[in-house]
């Protein structure tokens, strides 16, 4: 029993994501790319003219 643990545990530590769900990463990454995108429409695309 003591080796499924240290295998589980080690599983886990090779990941490289912590002690996070998958998708809580998922949520993460795409609320710093909304930020992402917003604040480059603002400052870029909003400007008249745009990129042109």
Known sequence: MEEKKEEA????K??????????QWIVI???IGAIVYG?????IL???GGLY
């Open 14 to 23: 090779g990941s490289g994501y912590g002690k996070r769900p998958l998708w």
């Open 29 to 31: 990454y795409l609320v």
């Open 46 to 48: 909003s400007k008249p």
């Open 9 to 12: 545990s080690s599983e886990n």
């Open 39 to 43: 604040l480059v429409y603002y400052f």
